[in-house]
């Protein structure tokens, strides 16, 4: 540890002098130069003022020299002290394969001392006459490490022929948490302590894996003075660079006895994108196999340790000491004897004998493979076909992803997804022209098999990232009708890019429904609602539709049709329900030809009235004709920044059908505050009233307005989310006028730009969130 620190101060000492010598250089230089200027002035008369413009361009050049000479310096310093900590990192693991190599071999020579004592003591016990199968019986009993360590080969089992459930090791890992409650002076005092239990090596792994994971560096304190060369002071060299998982995990096997190596190579870790060429000096990683059964298996307990959460019970209150605190690792199982076919898909072994493969993978191949992380292998997913990283659209924009989902999991296990730009300029972009980009996937899940359907919206290059987790009681209506279905995490399972190089026509995109999956298995899932009529997403109609589910108890149902440019309002008509001996009913009768969105939302019937409804399911519908064709108006309104003066404010009818303002006089609307704006209008008349909200370009903002008319004033209170300039126009029409379509009275400019403000309330989460 001293020399580190010695050769740290010596680079620091010769990098400042380096810089120095570079600063005097430059100095000099820049005032000969100064000094050259001044005395052709002084040769020349000049005046005083061009002797001080001098003398403040030579001040301002010696600042910027000094403002550029402290960040060459920064910048070195950061360089030399990267390159330092992978040399100690390095110099540490050496050492330390070195002593587990010396380890290793002393229990060899100890464990052959004793089996030559007990051979003797055979022999002296049989009068010399000893069977030598009995002795090869009595010996292998004590055989602790192998006499000679086998080549690096594939395994010749499966993971879950070691164990197939980590319940298994249930009373072993709240073992190992009670030790690492408590701390130990040396590396034999604590794996003495760990294994002491343990019956097999694959227990003895397994207690070393645990106890590395279920540390907490983020709240772990550590004395001054530390002892490097301890349990406690590898983990203080994790928590500050110096030191490495690996390296730990390997000095502990060696005093358990177990071999274990260390494996370097690359990995899809943080910052990697599918698609991404890897550099010699990018994307480094290093791990470890350890010897199971005859059998070498990659253990990284760097990313087995990777999620922080509260344990046991969510809601007590954290209690940290030094010896103890109440924050455990959700650690991840994956990542503890991995089987090789599916740890390729993240981590390369440079070494084709360490990837421990039948069919060894190179780097470009390993490039190519589709970027999935653990939760994919936790719940069994598989694609349905070879897939790569990267997929190309054809061109009219399409590509599909599906991933297949064992029966056990199907009916609790919830996807969702996010698509984005992958270009620089764009990459936090999730709206394409007003569109949100999710509208060009279909995402639905039919006969154990997700689908994600995606029509790009323009020729460019794309990020498609799945995410799934598997839901429980908590998530689904319960018995208390009251109770709030919980929020849970989704996790990422796998990520492509996607590639549309050229494009044939538009592509418009999905109506602007509920986010996530369509069809009926959201409303199973968490409803218990039993599709009996259409159990796929998209349903082709014919004139009309009538839809029937199963209920599995009195549910309350808002239904909702929507179609691109088409006011929801306008479209309230055209569906309705009704609920019969526990059978829903939805009818749909579309006024014209076109796709339609149907979105279904459930409650209790039995919950308060300020329960709020929450999306069960919606369909894609898909209209081919109609009997009788209904003319709706087009709620699409030009851009606001290109609309001429003279159409905001109100028109000739807006005063013909007795309409006022109340609230803003001005149609041009300037919002800082980040709360809700309310606009409210007189009426005289018994009028029909609508609305759209349009964010610019063309984004339907409509879904952040409520409306509400008590006969004499309507209040419209908007609740907006983002900056930008809105167009909210107001449509009406005498109610004794139905057969007239609204028209246009009203339209307010609204510009918002939001002074955010420091907040103490909690936003309230929707029922689903998902996080990497």
């Known amino acids: ?44 008369k000049a005046k005083d003022d061009d002797k001080k413009a001098v003398s403040m361009k030579y001040a301002q050049k010696k600042n910027q020299l000094k403002e550029s000479m402290t960040v060459k310096l920064k910048q070195k310093q950061e360089a030399i002290t990267l390159r330092l900590r992978k040399k100690e990192q390095q110099d540490t693991a050496d050492m330390v394969t070195k002593h587990s190599e010396q380890m ?87 794996v003495a ?73 690359h990995s899809k870790s943080v910052g990697y994108e599918p698609g991404m060429k890897i550099r010699e000096d990018t994307f480094q990683n290093t791990w470890n196999a350890v010897l199971i059964g005859g059998n070498w298996w990659p253990v990284q307990c760097n990313w087995g340790a990777r999620h922080l959460v509260l344990n046991k019970d969510a809601q ?22 991995t089987d090789p076919d599916e740890f390729i898909r993240e981590f390369w072994a440079a070494d084709e004998d360490k990837q421990l493969l039948e069919k060894p993978v190179s780097l470009a191949q390993f490039e190519q493979m589709p970027f999935v992380r653990s939760v994919f292998f936790h719940y069994g997913l598989e694609f349905d076909r070879q897939m790569r990283a990267v997929l190309y659209a054809d061109n009219k924009g399409g590509t599909e992803v599906k991933v297949n989902v064992p029966t056990e999991y199907a009916k609790d296990l919830v996807f969702h997804y996010q698509i984005r730009f992958a270009d620089r300029e764009r990459r936090n972009d999730t709206e394409f022209r007003g ?144 609920v019969y001996d526990d059978i829903l009913t939805v009818k749909v009768k579309p006024p014209q030809a076109g796709q339609y969105g149907l979105d279904i939302y459930a409650r209790p019937e039995d919950a308060a009235d300020n329960h709020t409804l929450a999306h069960a399911c919606k369909y ?23 609309m001429s003066k003279d159409k905001w404010g109100p028109n000739e009818l807006f005063q013909q059908i007795g309409m006022r303002t109340l609230s803003h006089s001005d149609p041009t609307i300037t919002k800082t505050d980040t709360g809700t704006l309310v606009i409210e209008m007189g009426l005289s008349e018994t009028v029909k009233l609508s609305y759209n909200l349009t964010r610019e370009p063309d984004e339907d ?50 510009k918002y730009t939001p002074v955010e403000k420091q907040s103490t309330l909690k936003k309230k989460k929707g029922l689903f969130s998902s996080k990497k």
């Open 193 to 265: 302590e760990l294994t002491q239990n343990c019956l097999s090596d694959l227990e003895k792994a397994r207690a070393i894996f645990r106890w590395i994971t279920v540390k907490d560096l983020n709240v772990l304190e550590f004395v001054e003075g530390l002892e490097k060369d301890t349990p406690m002071g590898l983990l203080r060299g994790i928590k500050y660079g110096t030191e490495t998982y690996h390296t730990l995990f390997m000095r502990l096997c060696s005093y358990a006895g177990l071999p274990c190596v260390e494996i370097k190579g």
């Open 1 to 44: 540890m001293e020399t580190f620190r010695a050769e740290r101060r010596e680079e620091k000492k010769k990098i400042d002098q380096e810089v120095d010598e570079e600063w005097e250089e430059r100095l000099k230089e820049l005032t000969a130069n100064f000094d050259a200027d001044m005395e052709k002035r002084t040769g020349h």
């Open 701 to 750: 903002c409509r879904s952040v307005v409520s409306m509400k008319d008590n006969g004499k004033k309507v209040k419209f209170s908007l609740s907006l989310a983002k900056p930008g300039n809105y167009l909210f126009a107001v449509y009406a029409r005498k109610k004794k006028d139905s057969d007239r379509n609204m028209a246009n009275v009203y339209n307010y400019m609204i």
């Open 316 to 337: 007590e209150k954290l209690v940290k000491t030094k010896k103890q605190d109440k924050i455990r690792y959700q650690y991840d199982e994956h990542y503890f004897l």
């Open 435 to 578: 569109a949100k980009l999710e509208r060009f996937v279909f995402h639905s899940l039919v006969e154990s098999q997700a689908l994600f359907s995606v029509h790009v919206p323009a020729p460019s290059s794309y990020f498609l990232e799945v995410f799934a987790n598997r839901i429980d009681e908590t998530n689904k209506i319960g018995d208390d009708p009251n109770a709030t279905m919980m929020p849970f995490r989704l996790k990422c399972a796998c990520k492509f890019k996607i590639v549309c190089e050229e494009m044939v026509g538009k592509m418009h995109p999905l109506p602007n429904c509920a986010s996530g999956e369509w069809g009926p298995s959201k409303g199973e899932r968490h409803f218990g609602l039993k599709a009996m009529t259409h159990i796929t997403g998209v349903v082709s109609v014919d004139n009309d539709l009538e839809m029937k589910f199963q209920l599995p108890r009195k549910l309350h149902f808002l239904c909702k049709l929507r179609m691109n440019g088409v006011e929801d309002s306008m479209l309230e008509k055209f569906v309705n329900f009704s």
């Open 104 to 190: 290793l071999n002393l229990l060899k020579e100890k464990q052959q001392e004793i089996r030559q004592e007990i051979v003797e003591e055979m022999k002296d016990a049989a009068g010399g006459d000893v069977d030598a199968v009995d002795t090869a019986v009595i010996l292998e009993e004590v055989t602790i490490v192998p006499i000679e360590l086998p080549e690096f080969h594939p395994p010749n089992c499966r993971k879950r022929d070691l164990y197939y459930d980590a319940e298994v090791f249930k009373e072993l890992d709240e073992y190992v948490f009670s030790v690492a409650e408590k701390e130990q002076s040396t590396f034999t005092h604590l």
């Open 620 to 642: 894609l519908l898909n209209v081919t004709s109609v009997n009788e064709v209904i003319n709706l108006p087009v709620s699409k309104v030009e851009s606001s920044s290109r």
